[in-house]
Structures are given as C-alpha cells and as structure tokens.
C-alpha cells in the first residue's frame, strides 16, 4: 500500500474550512459508549500503534477513524483524529477513569495538573508552553504526548473533541493564533477577586 505523505490540496481541503460547530461527523470513538466508561485495552494498544506515523498508514487504525473520506484522501480532519486518537490512547492507558471529559479544554486540564502538586508549577509550565509554541503539528503531537502521560498520573481528564478541532485550526497558519490564544486564555485565565464591600455595604444600610 502506497502511503499518502503530501498535503491537502486547496481543493481537496474546502470542508475543511467548517466552523467547528457546524461539522457533522459520526461519532469520534472517545465519545463512544466503553464499557465501565474505558475502552478494552486491546483497542487502545492498536490506537498506540499510530504513535508517530502517517495518519491512515495504520491498517488496525482504519476501523477507529470517523473522518476517513471515499478516495482515501489525508485532510486536515483526518491528521488531526489521527493525532487525538492516539493521544487519547496514551492518556487512557492503565487509567480507571475516562480520560475523555467535555468541557475541559488543555489549557483547563494543565491549569488543574499544575494545581495538583505532582510536578513542579515550572516544570508544568514549561511543558505547556512547548506545545503552545510549537510550530509544526508534528512538533505539537510530541509535546501533547509528554503532557497526557502528566494527566495521566493526577488523574486529569481532557476534552478530546475540542482537541480534535483545535488540531485542524493548528493545520491553518491563520487559525493558529487563536488556539494558542484560547489554550493560554484557559491555562492563565483567573477571575477577579471580589472588591472590597463598599462601606454603606459593610455597615448594612442601603
């Protein structure tokens, strides 16, 4: 089997340019219902096979993929599934709980393993700020990796979806931006403190 390592054409690339929330896809199968809300290990060790290869290069890994398009071609949506499905996999190896959480995104899921006091604030901070200056997917997906196995010893959940579409931004020069922007947004992120009761407040008159 020949293996497809050139990138998208303009052309085979179009639906790519989706919002997000208006893509319609089955199921990524992170979303799908694991029995004891994990998947069989089985299943994870073949999506680990995919660790650092070609996206859709892995036979085992055809039956787990969503976006996979009639005439085999790599798009942005397909690199990127590639990419949090393998992720997913390491996150959730040997873990009892469900690594897929909605509603966490990275930034999010690095504050809370920052907060944790397993590894140094520095030493998560350095982490994070090599995926968020990462230039390459590529170079992304190498540095998510060492981050995922962090969660994994916390336990800290992810919002593998968002991942998923956050991925397909990082394929876009001009999208890159705004994930590093929402990821550090999440990750620096801390809501006022509450100003200091005025004094017809404290005194209890109106």
Do not use: C
């Amino acid at each position: 089997m020949t293996e497809v390592t050139a990138a998208p054409s303009a052309s085979s690339t179009s639906s790519e340019t989706t919002s997000p929330r208006e893509t319609t896809s089955p199921r990524h199968f992170w979303e799908r219902d694991h029995k004891g809300d994990r998947p069989d290990g089985a299943d994870l060790a073949v999506l680990r096979r995919g660790v650092g290869r070609e996206p859709g290069s892995v036979p085992e890994m055809w039956r787990y993929y969503s976006t996979l398009t009639v005439d085999g071609r790599r798009t942005w949506s397909l690199t990127a599934e590639h990419v949090a499905l393998t992720l997913f996999a390491v996150h959730q190896q040997s873990l009892p709980t469900a690594a897929y959480q909605p509603g966490i995104g990275l930034g999010e899921a690095a504050l809370r393993l920052r907060s944790s006091d397993k590894f140094s604030p520095e030493a998560v901070d350095r982490r994070f700020n090599a995926v968020a200056t990462a230039t390459t997917l590529d170079e992304a997906a190498y540095h998510l990796r060492g981050l995922v196995r962090q969660f994994r010893q916390v336990p800290v959940g992810l919002d593998y979806t968002q991942l998923w579409r956050d991925l397909i931004a990082w394929q876009t020069p001009e999208r890159i931006g705004d994930v590093r922007r929402r990821w550090g947004a999440q990750y620096f992120y801390r809501p006022p403190k509450d100003k200091a009761a005025t004094p017809a407040a404290a005194s209890g008159t109106s």
